[in-house]
Structures are given as C-alpha cells and as structure tokens.
C-alpha cells in the first residue's frame, strides 16, 4: 500500500514530538556519566560521578527504599481490609470515610506536611525520626492501595464468593485468606507497586517533614542539584532512574495481564 | 441418613421493614428433593437462604434439622451444599482444588481428600477438567464443578439457587436431567428454587408454589398442574386462559351454555361451590375449533403462532380477554377470520370469583 503526503507528516509530527520529550532524558542520563558537561562528551566518559553519589547518599537512598517497604507494609495491612469493608459495606458511612481517605491525594502535600508539623513537631522523638516521614507516606500513598485494590474486590462478587466458601465450613478468618485475597491479587499487586513508586518518589511532604538525618532520596536529589556540580547531580537522577524504572515496568506488565485475563472469560465458550 | 428439615412459624421481615415471608411451616422430608417455585420476588430465594443460615427468621421462628436446632447457627456450622445461579466458584483455584475446599476445611486427610476429589469429578463426568483454571471453564462445565464441589463434603441438604437460570436452553435441559438422576442416586435431602414451572416438574417429589412472600400450594407436580388450590397457581402453572361464569344448583353456566359434572371446589371454604358467581381457568387445550352447529362460542383469530406440532390461536370475543386455543398444526387459519369452539368442560379448574382481584393476577405474573 502506498501512503500519502498526510501519513508522513504524521509521523514527521510524531517523531519530532517524541524527541521533545525523549531527549532531554537522554541528555541528562548522559550528563551524568559524562567528564565535564560544559567540554561536552568529548571530555570522555566516567563512572566516577556515580560512584560519588553512591558514596554521598547511600544513607538517602537506602532510607528511601526501607521508608518504602515499611510504607508498603503498612499500606497492605491497613489498606486491603479497609478495601474489603469499603466494597463490602457499602452506605453513607463508608463513603464518608472512602471521601475522607482520599482527601491527602487532593490537598497539596506542603499543606499536609505543615498540619503534621503543627500536631506533632513538638514530639521530638517522633518528629526527627524516620517515622515521622513515613506517616506523611503512608497518608499520601493508602488512598492508592484502597482503590486499586478495592477496584478488584468490587469486580468479584465478594458476597457470593464469600457465601460459597461459607456453605463448605469456611470461617471468616479462612474466607479472607484463601478467597478474597488471592483473588483480590491483581489489585494488590498493581497497589503495592503504586505505593512503592510513589513513596520513593515522593518529594512534597517528604522536603517538609525531613531533617537533615532524615534525608530521601529524591530530598538528596534537590540538594544535590542545589549545591554541587551538574555532573552530581545528574548522576543521582541516572541512579533515580534505574531505582524506579523496573517498578514502573511491573506496573504496566500487570496491568496487561489482568486484561488478557477477562478477555480469556469472554471466550470460554459452551462446549459441555 | 437423610436429614429431615422443619421450618415452624418462620417470617422474614428486613431491617427496612418490607415483609418478605409471612409466617409459614414447612416440613421437608429426609430424601426428599422440594422445589420452591415463583415469580421473582416472592420470597423463594429468601427461604432457600434461611435454610442455608445465610438469612435468620424473625424471632418465633424455628428450624430444625433432624430435630437439632439450628435457627441459631451460622452456615459454617449447618453443613449444608450450596449451588448458586452464578457458580460462586473461587477463580484463583483449579477445578480440583475447589472441590477439594470443603474437605480440607473440614480437615480431612490429603490421601482421603484426593479419592473423593477424584469420585466426585468422575460423577459429575469432569475427570479431564481436573487441572484446569476456572476461567477456562464453560458455564455447563462451571455448574458441574460446583454440583461436585457441594456435594463432596457430604452435606445433610443440598440448596441449589436457580442453578440452571444461567445456561442455554438445550444445555440446561441436559443438565436438569443429570441433576435429577444425581438427586435420585443420593438420595439426598433437597431444595431447588426456580421460577420455571417445567424444571419444578421434572426435579420435585413435591413443589412448593411461592406468591408474594406466601405459600400459595404445596403437591406433587401432579396435583400442582392438575388441581390448582386458587387462581395464582393456576396461572403460574399454565392455566392462563380465563373465562366468567356462574354457578346455579351445581351446575355449570357459561353465557347460555349448561354443563353438568364440573368439580367446582372453593379450596379456601373447603366445599363444592354450588351457587354464585365463578372463574374458569384453563389450558390451551380447554377449548377446540369446531363447526358452527356444535359451537359454544365464535370469536375472533387476533394471532397464529405455528408451534410445529400445532397451531396456537389468539382469540378474542368469548371472555373478558383474549383465549389462546391449539388446534391442528395443518390447519389453515389466518388472523382476522372467525372461529367456532367448544368448551371442554372436564379440563376447566373451577373457583369462586374474586371480583376486581383478576388483575392482580395478572399483574403478579
């Protein structure tokens, strides 16, 4: 098939687009393994900024990554049951609450970091903690792991599930366990990837409520682009990007599987 | 071994106050298979679910299984099977594995676990099924693995919920036929809700015949279909034509027509009806064509519907609404032309009549 002055122009359109986007990541990336960005990449190539950042702020990113997985942690045992009674139970209750919940996606971080602050800044053992900036995440990133995973819950029928299992002996504590979770999986997953992502790159609150013990990764981000070389600074966005790269991937490989997955009931067809 | 069921002065009101069962006595038999049958929303579901210990009468009410009180208990502890219209198979578990779920909760071994696994798919004809994912399944396949998955754990009744509502029209005659055998083979105790009046003939030792939130008849298919107890029933088992007439010193008036040796038992008196007016209900087969000489009635055709094996007529002009009567498939009849009929009287089921309650019948169909 022959195409026409409009289908290359499209492409042309796209493709510029693309590298309006796409190239400024590269060269960002390439900063910062490059010797001296202002001589440009015919200054040679290093691994030495890298390794500079790795040495400055492993404490940072370390912090991010165990501040993640506690937030992880916390978001799991918090949020799925809270998604069960929210989809369960539906009423003017837990719509209230569902709002409520949803309320620190919504108003600004700073804001939210400032009414922390303000309750328990002068907890001082609390307030220069880790604990401190994981309560900010965990009060950002829960209303994510609630949906997502209460979006699963109410595309199963919870109530007959539930009821089958029932009627073969099965008690609540079983149900929830060997019914609703893993058939909720698809949304906690997708959730629990959300919650880590979000939590590591979280900067809003985080900058707010940090101290400078308590620095993440992303608040050593700022720093670093506030107070050293260029080179620094992009190195540390490089590392950013391998930390957070394979999780956005996961994400979108979920996301695939689950819809393969329905299309699959769709075509089971009648045969017995 | 079969569990014998009562359920005394049972009532169910929900907590937004609807009454959804008036108070009622049921008693099921051990062995037996009963079937709830109605419309929607009268109140068969909600006994199913009483029995099952997934909805509790109001206070007063008492069932029993065997004798044991169980109003009480929840469904965990009643050990009953349960068949839902939509499967309520579990997604994330293989076929075997979901018949293999009751058994393990009630802690039986592995090796004992996996041979009645194995009986039980073999049964239910599903043997190669047995790895599969239940996504993977069809909705025929889906209703065995959950007829397996019930009866496994050996349960004192089996409650299936409009099973078969859910399959294709060839499919679940099929599968009526099976269940009917597999009911016959155990010698189960059993409750089948439906609203279809052909799949509460074919499966009950006795039908349960359910109108808003009340019992209306309780028989075998045959006294359902051949002695109705009030218009309601007779409606709902296939008895919708209608016509007025009067009764004078027993017998039988229709316009200037006389008929003699008409049963006309008032079931809520408990006596021959023997003067005043009366209600006709009847099948297609209550009236047939004739000629003009010997003719009853002439109405009018409204409609013809080929059956196959007969013609149904739409005829308007001899009651109050249009009749439907069957004559020979090879007849030749189109709308608009006048037919003559006769009455047949020994097919009419006679009740006293209900003044402006006719369209309340009608309605609740």
């Not at chain 2, 210990?53 to 109001?58: K, S």
């Amino acid at each position: 098939m022959r195409r026409d002055w409009k289908f290359y122009s499209q492409l042309g359109l796209t493709i510029v687009l693309c590298l309006f986007i796409v190239v400024p990541v590269v060269m960002s990336a390439l900063a910062g393994v490059t010797v001296n960005v202002f001589q440009g990449l015919s200054s040679g190539l290093t691994f030495r900024w890298i390794i500079e950042v790795w040495d400055l702020y492993t404490a940072s990113i370390l912090l991010s990554l165990w501040i993640a997985l506690v937030c992880l942690a916390v978001t799991l045992v918090t949020g799925v049951p809270l998604a069960y009674v929210l989809v369960r139970r539906p009423g003017r209750l837990t719509r209230l609450f569902e709002e409520l919940l949803t309320l620190p996606v919504a108003i600004p971080g700073l804001a939210l970091a400032l009414a922390l602050l303000i309750t328990y800044g002068g907890v001082s053992g609390y307030r220069s903690s880790w604990l401190f900036i994981l309560t900010g995440h965990v009060l950002f990133t829960l209303p994510f792991m609630v949906r997502s995973v209460a979006a699963v819950m109410s595309a199963m029928d919870m109530k007959m599930l539930e009821e089958g299992a029932a009627s073969l002996g099965a008690g609540f504590w079983r149900r929830f366990f060997t019914v609703i979770v893993p058939n909720a999986k698809p949304g906690i997953l997708a959730g629990a990837l959300m919650v880590v992502t979000l939590s590591i790159g979280e900067f809003n609150l985080t900058w707010m409520l940090h101290t400078p013990l308590t620095k993440t990764l992303p608040v050593g981000l700022a720093d670093a682009y506030a107070s050293m070389r260029l080179e620094i600074g992009s190195a540390y966005t490089l590392i950013f990007f391998v930390l957070i790269m394979p999780l956005l991937i996961a994400m979108q490989t979920l996301a695939d599987r689950g819809k393969r997955v329905s299309k699959r009931i769709e075509t089971a067809e009648d045969t017995l | 071994m079969t569990t014998q069921i009562k359920l005394r002065d049972c009532a169910k009101t929900f907590t937004d106050g609807t009454r959804a069962l008036a108070p009622f006595d049921l008693t099921i038999e051990g062995g037996e298979t009963i079937v709830l049958l109605g419309p929607s929303g009268c109140g068969k579901t909600t006994i199913l679910r009483m029995i099952a210990g997934l909805e509790f009468p109001d206070k007063g009410g008492v069932i029993t299984f065997d004798g044991d009180d169980v109003t009480h208990q929840s469904i965990e502890k009643r050990r009953v099977g349960m068949v839902f219209q939509s499967y309520a198979l579990f997604p994330n578990m293989t076929v075997a594995q979901n018949v293999a779920y009751g058994l393990k909760v009630h802690g039986v071994s592995r090796e004992e676990s996996d041979a009645r696994v194995k009986a039980m798919l073999e049964m239910m004809h599903i043997e190669m099924l047995a790895d599969r994912a239940i996504d993977q399944l069809s909705g025929g396949q889906r209703q065995r693995v959950a007829l397996a998955r019930a009866i496994a754990v050996q349960p004192r009744v089996l409650l299936l919920d409009e099973p078969l509502t859910a399959l294709d029209a060839k499919l679940r005659v099929r599968l009526r036929t099976e269940i009917n055998a597999l009911l016959r083979k155990l010698g189960i105790t059993a409750v089948y809700v439906t609203h279809d009046q052909e799949e509460a003939m074919a499966l009950g030792d006795r039908i349960v015949v359910m109108q808003k939130g009340e019992i209306a008849q309780i028989g075998t298919p045959r006294e359902i279909y051949c002695k109705p107890q009030n218009p309601f029933v007779a409606d709902f088992v296939g008895a919708a034509n209608l016509l007025d007439g009067q009764m004078r010193d027993g017998r039988l008036h229709i316009g200037n027509h006389v008929f003699d040796a008409v049963d006309a038992f008032d079931p809520r008196h408990g006596a021959i009806i023997d003067q005043g007016p009366v209600e006709l209900f009847f099948r297609a087969d209550g009236l047939s064509t004739c000629d003009a000489a010997h003719a009853h009635f002439t109405g009018r055709v409204e409609a013809v519907s080929y059956l196959g094996e007969r013609l149904r007529l739409t005829v308007s002009g001899i009651g109050m609404h249009a009749v439907m009567i069957d004559t020979h498939a090879d007849d030749i009849i189109t709308a608009g032309a006048d037919v003559h009929c006769q009455i047949n009287p020994d097919r009419l089921t006679v009740f006293p009549a209900r003044g402006d309650s006719t369209t309340a019948v009608s309605q609740a169909r």
